[in-house]
């Protein structure tokens, strides 16, 4: 795979989801924090040339519905996925 070739025309729409493991998840913080992780997505979305539909990462414990908001209305982002609080993992 060279570069581009998830942007040809034989490749269809690409979902491209992030995770919010800042909270709730035992062991180490995740080594790419969730700025640089929503950036990075951003970034590759630009390059995708409407092919990437992006996720925007939402932990209600973790960020504001104002961020949501921005992330759909400023950021390019299509679709929310939601990290609810899991009874698994409580303390």
Same mark, same amino acid.
């Given at each position: 795979?060279?570069?581009? #070739?998830?942007? !040809? !025309?034989? &490749? ?12 709730? #998840? ?12 929503? %950036? ?17 990462? #939402?932990?209600? %414990?973790?960020?504001? &519905?104002?961020? &949501? ?13 939601? #990290? ?5 993992? %409580?303390?």
């Amino acid at each position: 795979m060279g570069d581009g #070739y998830c942007f !040809n !025309n034989a &490749v269809g729409p690409i979902a491209a989801a992030m995770m919010d493991t800042e909270r709730g #998840y035992e062991g180490p913080p995740s080594p790419v924090g969730f700025d640089a992780q929503k %950036r990075a997505l951003m970034d590759l979305t630009a390059q995708g040339k409407g092919r990437i539909m992006p996720f925007f990462a #939402y932990d209600p %414990r973790s960020r504001s &519905v104002a961020a &949501v908001q921005a992330a759909i209305e400023q950021e390019g982002f299509v679709v929310v996925k939601l #990290y609810p609080p899991l009874a698994a993992l %409580r303390q």
